[in-house]
């Protein structure tokens, strides 16, 4: 005799290479493991046995072992949440060669909702016919590599004839049979006797089958073929339906489940094998035209729709017949398999329903007996500390108390966090609700002081329930009426401060993402979690790799505001009850993990405390507390509780070393030992030789030099160079160093240094210098003069008009200032008067620089020496790109340079143009550098999409990268192009191969070469768009570099004969481009993609029958500035002419050609092709292009704009698809709260068959949906509330940078100032109507203008923290440039400024007057008629000139 299991798991066992087995719910113990267990003891086959608690997710298991296997099997209970996590997974599980075997009783609701996402299911009824399906299902994942559903019932012993163990592998591994026209290859017929074999193994009643099988589908073919070869090999067959009764019955029951043998007149019964798929001829075959009735008979308990999946496949194959030969079908259900006989009778004499029956008892199924979870009896250690630290306080969210009220779903902790949240949110009612009785006057003095008293305690843990309870008493005995009063006394089970606790086994921590613990993390919610984890030390190794339940407590350290403790009871009672009520104070979520290690019930306590002791002395499991409080106040966030770990720990600390002891006399010096010890050892050892070497060779008696810089840009580093090596060709010795390389130490005993210092921000000293100056001025507070025998001179570089206004005049070069000054209050003597350098000079900076520079010789006597400086040329980026062998550069091998987080300078101007930037993050930039170590450098990389169109699965990948490369978010950049931030250089490699693997790339999205071509969204013109698109697609490819550094470097493409095949660059040369080209496609009426700004424009002209003729060619937009350098200005571009489809991709090179060979490369500043077309002649460079081309442009074609901003909802295409506009602000994809667009965006991207488009404002179209989901797509962004445009027409209107902290160029905040902004603006938009009225404002952290500000209405561009040069004037569908109205503004200024204005606006515009068009004629600004003519005007016209406002 022999059970279903154990024939399952025998198979199982023997024919896979993977089991993965789901326990069930404690106490009970897997069936299964019992059956491996024991047949490891017997058999010579070991398979690799993993086991997922019933809590953990089946699906990650069998994804992450499935690939490998030849076969992997998984052998459950039907338990609800393990089937439904299946189903999350079953897409992928689908094409693996994976049989997922399910055990049922009397119940096929859960597994059936498996029958739809699994290519096969079987049933089996017998203990025989579960082993025959279980080597069938073997067979056909293994062969098939695809997944099976074996759902098998196991209640009852039979006699097995089981395969024997040594024939299963070759018969898996047997060659594929070629399937004939019978279900086993034998017509549906036994071999020896010619006749039907039933379920159960009998004849059929009548003693000839029915089934007449028919060639089908591909899947049945592939299931034929394996049912043939296990028909061969076990000689029973094996159908996938039966028949029994007779040939022309006038009813036909459809059995799917335990159904009984039954024998009744004119009734044919067919139990269901194969479910799926099963053909539509087998189910017509088996019902004859004599029948007029079929019933449905499945075993199911409850069901969630009106009709199930089997009730609506027959219906559907029914229908296929002619109306009058369509039999009446009617669906029932059945739980006790007893009731069938007679239920049938009745049924048959009844007249035929067509609404489902459920046979029984309704009370049998709508009251399911609930069994309330066994709580282990070890884990009653924790719940009664719990019970006794908190009494009444206490409140477990998912005890398993509440199922008997609340259903199964209680014990769940996603319910449980559902269930507190809900709670918190009352007890804030209530808070709120006493707050408003305490208002109302009409209150009693009793009442109003008990009131006070419980708001001011209502955090107490004795005093809130006390005084909370005479508040309720008193509220229940007043006269006094009122609708606060009696929604108080609703929540009055909430005036007591509780305790909430949700307590869960340690699958919490095994699937993050399936289970509550992230959202429990992410919520903020004062919750405490309880993890409790039973794995034995001794048994660790047996368990699954992948599963470290201890990275639960490193993940939500990780989270920053989550209290987190690792304790075991039976190692230190003590620090559990102090990390349980350190987790109560905690006001946020804490999560304590406890170790409890057992294998059952039945294990003695000491064999707990002895695992215990094991795990918690080898540091598996070690003891600590993590309080992010203290950290916030200064104080050491962790602490190690386990003593032996300390123990080790401290005896290496109190080794009496020289270093250690030094450590402690000065523990300052710490970091600096540990960081940089051998560097400093190096250096001096450098210095040394050097100082020897120049004692032999200089014979002047001059004193040295020592030239100190500060800088950020790299210009004053350039002065101080010069400096220094004049310096040293006039006879001098002389050293350069950065200022904040010395300490006031070391600058004391210096006898004559040079200081040279730029200004950063609001007259701050440059990064490098910044450590210095504090010192300096700390010393000047204590009235110390350490600079006795220091003399020394100071240049300062800085421009006199950057800071306009008479009240901001003193930041002109401060920080050279305050330094000469501070010298001398410490003791310095100069040897040369400062030396001010201005950038608005005749000759910049250098006009003050030759000035002082003679007279620093003439103190050292040398200012007489004739030297012919032969200088070299500073190494400019033509020459890093001349060198770099087609971009390579050193790129390979610092990238594996482990010793910094950067790359060398030089090649972090190439990797520009592989598409990634080096930044580092600005926000801890001081911090870091007053430790002692190196800015935390990171890396930002911009992908490559033409067109800014991406795929479903493109987005995933982007998510994807962000998550688990980057900084959990990316963007959307005003390049309709995705961009990453914060990707260290480890991890850049493995991002470039993951954006490469969904066929997309970063070559060309930055540097010196064409960029990313982007074009209009146009949902409403489907085949106008996928006509740009593909245009601008093939101008991106056309003009794309040639280098092969790229798929060396990031893809480890080798080289083709080594270095024999040289690269070439047909386009670009060696040199490439003087600066960035970028171009644009537009499609009137809509300029979303600001063509006037770009270097090349295209704007599309469609003929009269709406086809694309062909583009109006735009050259010379561009947007970069200097401030304060009238040198470099903004331009929109020029209308040159008209070209056809085919002849855009030729135009576009022969204009970057044009622009290669007659770019400034002198002057990067000065390099974009509007200046090259301001010094060459509009007329001139077109002339150059025609003649490259060899034929003319034909002239413009009339065009309209009206608008630049994305028109955002809903739209139909004209191929009727659907498209929708999201609303993302500065396009950061992200998750905050109450805005979790990047889940949300997840989700679609999941499901949507169209693309995504992005935006140059930084939007998002998710296009091309289909009617049948439309339904779906919008339920999933109301959901995650990314259909919300509810906002003002200002901020839809709105766009930024990036900026701080990540941009090295930006001066002041952009990204996440301008929506704080914005929300202040727009309330005086709505004062005066205008809520809904689109005013385009852009800001940008530095005059480069990469969010396109020159064109906006109102813009504001940063030049120090908090201040910003305020433009207004610009045309608001990007025809017109702006102007300078304000050169400085603040917030408060900003305002002041725009209230009136934007009141006057409402008042007095016209009729479709926009907000650049007024300011220009009430006369606040003049408009820009050109780029050149950009300055004239500045600042204001009339009454509103700058001055005049003043």
């Known amino acids: ?524 919610l004062n919750i405490n979690i309880l993890i409790i984890d039973t794995l034995p030390y001794t048994s660790r190794n047996s368990a699954d790799p992948h599963r470290r339940k201890q990275d639960a407590g490193l993940y939500a350290m990780n989270h920053g505001d989550v209290y987190v403790a690792s304790v075991a009871v039976y190692s230190s009672y003590a620090q559990v009850l102090q990390a349980v009520m350190e987790a109560d104070r905690h006001k946020g979520p804490s999560v304590v993990l406890a170790y409890l290690p057992y294998q059952n019930e039945d294990a003695p306590a000491l064999e707990v405390l002895k695992e215990t002791k094991l795990a918690v002395d080898a540091g598996y499991w070690p003891l600590y507390r993590w309080d992010p409080v203290k950290e916030a106040q200064g104080k050491e966030p962790f602490a190690l509780d386990s003593d032996a770990v300390k123990n080790d720990l401290q005896q290496f600390l109190d080794r009496q070393n020289h270093l250690s002891q030094l450590v402690r006399s000065k523990p300052e010096l710490a970091t600096e030992l540990v960081s940089s010890l051998g560097e400093n050892v190096k250096e001096a050892r450098r210095k040394k030789a050097q100082q020897a070497y120049d004692d032999l060779v200089v014979s002047l008696d001059a004193p040295p030099l020592v030239v100190l810089y500060a800088s950020d840009g790299g210009t004053a580093e350039k002065f101080a160079k010069r400096l220094a090596n004049r310096g040293k060709a006039r006879g001098l010795s002389t050293s350069i160093g950065t200022i904040d390389s010395m300490s006031i130490d070391t600058l004391s005993q210096e006898e004559y240094v040079a200081f040279v210092t730029s200004v950063a921000g609001q007259g701050e000293p440059p990064q490098n210098g910044r450590t210095l100056f504090k010192a300096l001025n700390a010393a000047a507070l204590r009235g110390e003069k350490p600079f006795s025998k220091l003399r020394y001179s100071v240049f300062a570089l800085g421009d006199s008009h950057y800071w306009p206004r008479p009240e901001d005049a003193h930041y002109y070069n401060k920080p050279g200032k305050d330094l000469d000054a501070r010298l001398e209050q410490l003791g310095g003597e100069r040897f040369a008067d400062i030396g001010l350098g201005d950038d608005q000079d005749a000759d910049g900076q250098d006009t003050g620089y030759k000035v002082w520079e003679p007279l620093v010789w003439k103190t050292f006597g040398v200012d007489s020496i004739e030297v012919k400086e032969a200088e070299p040329d500073p190494i400019t980026n033509e020459h890093i790109k001349a060198a770099s062998g087609y971009l390579r550069g050193t790129i390979a091998e610092g990238l594996e340079d482990t010793s910094t987080g950067a790359l060398d300078p030089s090649d972090t101007q190439l990797t520009k143009f592989h598409g990634i930037y080096q930044q580092d993050d600005r926000d801890i930039r001081d911090e870091r550098q007053a430790q002692g170590v190196e800015p935390a450098y990171s890396f930002m990389i911009r992908v490559r999409t033409p067109g800014g169109v991406c795929t479903s699965e493109q987005w995933l990948q982007m998510d994807r990268i962000a998550d688990e490369h980057g900084n959990g978010t990316f963007k959307i950049t005003t390049r309709a192009t995705f961009q990453f931030h914060g990707v260290i250089k480890q991890h850049l490699k493995s991002s470039i191969q993951e954006i490469n693997k969904v066929l997309l790339d970063t070559l060309a999205a930055c540097g010196d070469v064409n960029r990313n071509v982007i074009c209009s969204a146009i949902p409403s013109l489907s085949r106008l768009h996928a006509q740009v698109y593909n245009f601008a697609k093939l101008v991106s490819a056309h003009l794309l570099p040639r280098t092969t550094a790229y798929h060396e470097i990031w893809l480890d493409k080798k080289m083709v004969a080594g270095e024999a095949v040289k690269d070439f660059e047909p386009l670009y040369g060696e040199f490439y481009l003087p600066r960035k080209f970028k171009i644009a496609v537009a499609v009137p009426p809509t300029n979303d993609v600001d063509v006037f700004a770009n270097d090349l424009g295209f704007i599309a002209i469609v003929d009269e029958q709406g086809e694309l003729a062909g583009f109006n060619v735009t050259i010379g937009g561009g947007m970069g500035v200097t401030h304060g350098n009238k040198k470099t200005y903004p331009r929109v571009a020029d209308v040159i002419g008209f070209c056809t489809v085919q002849q855009g991709p030729t135009v576009a090179e022969k204009i970057m050609l044009t622009q290669r060979d007659n770019g400034n490369r002198a002057d990067r500043k000065n390099a974009r092709l509007k200046y090259t077309i301001d010094r060459m002649g509009l007329d001139v460079f077109k002339a150059e292009v025609e003649s490259r081309l060899g034929y003319p442009l034909d002239p413009a074609r009339p065009y309209t704009f009206d608008r630049n901003i994305d028109d955002f909802g809903w739209s139909t295409g004209d191929d009727g698809r659907h498209h929708v506009m999201l609303f993302i602000e500065n396009g950061r994809i992200q998750d905050e709260p109450d805005r979790d667009f990047k889940t949300g965006l997840r989700e679609i991207a999941k499901i949507h068959k169209g693309t995504f488009r992005l935006t140059a404002n930084q939007h998002i179209m998710v296009s091309e949906i289909s009617t049948e989901d439309v339904p779906e797509i919008k339920r999933i962004l109301a959901k995650y509330k990314l259909d919300n445009l509810n906002h003002t027409g200002l901020r839809l209107s709105s766009s930024a940078c990036v900026a701080f902290p990540t941009c090295g160029l930006a001066m002041a905040e952009s990204e996440r100032y301008l929506p704080v902004l914005i929300d202040k603006v727009e309330k005086i938009c709505e004062e005066n109507g205008l809520r809904n009225d689109s005013i385009v404002m852009r800001m940008t952290g530095c005059p480069n203008g990469c969010a396109r500000p020159y064109v906006a209405e109102v813009a504001f561009v940063g030049k120090a923290p908090g201040s910003y040069s305020m433009l207004l004037g610009g045309g608001y569908y990007g025809q017109r440039l702006n102007k300078i109205y304000r050169e400085t503004v603040s917030e408060p200024e900003i305002l002041a400024i725009l209230k009136p204005m934007i009141k006057r606006y409402a008042l007095e515009r016209n009729e479709g007057e926009h907000f650049g068009d007024f300011v220009i004629r009430a006369g606040y600004i003049a408009p820009t008629t050109s780029g050149k003519e950009w300055y004239e005007g500045m600042g204001g016209e009339g009454q509103y000139r700058e001055a005049a406002a003043a």
């Open 1 to 524: 005799m022999s059970s279903a299991t154990s024939s399952v798991a025998r198979v199982a066992y023997l024919a896979s290479d993977i089991i993965i087995d789901s326990q069930p719910t404690l106490p009970s113990t897997s069936q299964f493991a019992k059956e491996y267990s024991s047949l490891s003891a017997t058999s010579s086959r070991r398979p690799t046995i993993l086991s997922v608690p019933l809590g953990g997710d089946p699906g990650s298991t069998l994804l992450r072992n499935g690939s490998a296997a030849g076969l992997i099997s998984f052998t459950s209970s039907a338990a609800a949440q393990t089937v439904i996590r299946l189903v999350l997974d079953a897409a992928e599980l689908s094409s693996l060669p994976l049989v997922l075997h399910l055990a049922v009783k009397n119940d096929l609701s859960e597994v059936l909702l498996l029958h739809s996402a699994i290519p096969f299911f079987l049933v089996s009824t017998t203990p025989q016919q579960a082993h025959d399906n279980s080597l069938l299902a073997s067979r056909l994942a293994r062969t098939e590599k695809k997944a099976v559903v074996h759902v098998f019932y196991d209640a009852i012993n039979d006699p097995v004839e089981a395969i024997p163990e040594s024939e299963v592998q070759p018969f898996l591994l047997s060659e594929k049979l070629a399937s004939t026209n019978g279900a086993n290859g034998h017509n549906g017929t036994n071999e020896h006797n010619g006749h039907a074999i039933s379920a159960n193994g009998t004849n059929g009643l009548n003693g000839h089958s029915s089934i007449i099988v028919s060639p089908g589908s591909e899947l049945f073919k592939l299931y034929e073929r394996a049912a043939l070869s296990t028909v061969v090999r076990i000689r029973r067959a094996c159908p996938p339906l039966s028949v029994h009764g007779p040939s022309e019955p006038h009813t036909v029951i459809f059995g799917l489940g335990d159904i009984p043998s039954v024998d009744i007149d004119g009734v044919s019964i067919v139990s269901l094998s194969l479910l799926t798929p099963l053909l539509p001829s087998r189910i017509l075959d088996v019902i004859p035209p004599s029948a007029s009735r079929v019933i449905i008979l499945e075993q199911l308990q409850r069901w969630n729709t009106k009709w199930t999946p089997l009730y609506l496949e027959l219906v559907n194959v029914i229908h296929q017949r002619e109306v009058e030969q369509r039999p009446h079908i009617q669906s029932v259900y059945f739980s006790d398999p007893a009731q069938i006989p007679l239920a049938i009778l009745k049924l048959l004499q009844a007249a035929p329903s067509s609404a489902p029956i459920q046979l029984g008892s309704t009370s049998t199924f709508s009251n399911l007996s609930l069994e309330v979870p066994h709580i282990p009896k070890h884990e009653s250690s924790y719940t009664k500390i719990l019970s006794h630290i908190f009494g009444e306080r206490l409140e477990v969210s998912n005890s398993p108390d509440l199922v008997l009220k609340q259903g199964a779903i209680a014990t769940s902790p996603e319910f449980a966090l559902g269930r507190v949240r809900g709670q918190l949110d009352q007890r804030n009612e209530l808070i709120r609700s006493v707050q408003k009785l305490l208002e109302v006057k009409d209150v009693s003095p009793e009442l109003h002081k008990l009131c006070s008293q419980w708001v001011l305690v209502k955090d107490d843990d004795a005093k809130s329930r006390s005084v909370g309870n005479e508040l309720v008493t008193v509220l229940e005995s007043s006269k006094f009426s009122s609708p606060i009063i009696d929604r108080i006394l609703a929540l009055r089970a909430h005036f007591p401060t509780r305790s909430r606790w949700i307590i869960g086994s340690d699958a919490w921590s095994y699937d993050l993402g399936a289970s509550g613990l992230h959202h429990a993390i992410a919520s903020g």
